[in-house]
């Protein structure tokens, strides 16, 4: 129940193209959904998180999508660039000062 | 501002010595958290800290883990004795109390031969 399931394991995109993450979570008490971006040899970065009571949320080229009622959330890179080839992990907590729960991972190479 | 902190960056030892790794939290964040990184289980809690006291250590593999938080700018996780599935990234990170956002450390990347 406190599982996160990411999706895919990895994904090659073309330059300018569109990355989509999915994650999946079962427990509802989860209610803060951020996504971590890693780069080799460096500790994850916090990239964008989403709230229950909002669907989208836009930064730059990055969107969260969220749907409550199926309990996914996605996360859309529009026009990739190779410097955006990474690890990204969906995560979720249940209130402040609690620990992560982290989906896998998916490895993202852009190619140019 | 710096970034939390992590020493050592890189940990070779043999099977059966004691390691010690250790974290220095972003100045004014009371929540202090060890992560696990490993290519078959991914990302995994260890153990985490509010305002210096363990809240969960639900995630310290066996007794051979132990974590310490003295103060606010400093915390320890120790294996002893330290095993060859031992071997992975540690990461410490930090947050506001209140805030959910969560800062990482470099990691350790810890071999044990």
């Known amino acids: 129940q406190q599982q996160v399931k990411q999706s895919p394991q990895s994904l090659i995109v073309q330059k300018g193209g569109i990355s989509i993450i999915n994650c999946a979570y079962e427990n509802t008490a989860l209610d803060y959904f951020p996504w971590y971006q890693q780069f080799p040899g460096k500790g994850p970065a916090l990239l964008i998180a989403i709230r229950p009571d909002v669907s989208e949320k836009k930064e730059g080229r990055f969107t969260i999508s969220f749907n409550k009622s199926a309990k996914q959330f996605s996360l859309h890179i529009m026009d990739s660039q190779p410097g955006d080839s990474a690890t990204y992990f969906c995560a979720a907590s249940i209130e402040a000062g609690t620990a992560l729960i982290f989906g896998k991972g998916t490895t993202l190479s852009v190619s140019s | 501002d710096a970034g939390v902190i992590q020493s050592p960056r890189h940990e070779v030892t043999e099977m059966g010595q004691e390691v010690t790794l250790r974290c220095k939290p972003i100045?004014?964040?009371?929540?202090l958290f060890w992560y696990r990184q490993t290519m078959m289980r991914g990302l995994e809690l260890l153990i985490y800290f509010n305002n210096n006291v363990p809240i969960d250590d639900s995630g310290m593999p066996e007794d051979r883990f132990s974590a310490k938080m003295p103060n606010a700018s400093f915390s320890t996780l120790k294996i002893q004795p330290s095993e060859p599935r031992d071997s992975a990234v540690y990461f410490c990170a930090s947050s506001r109390t209140g805030n959910r956002e969560q800062y990482f450390g470099p990691g350790t990347r810890l071999t044990v031969t």
């Open positions: 100045s004014g964040h009371n929540s």
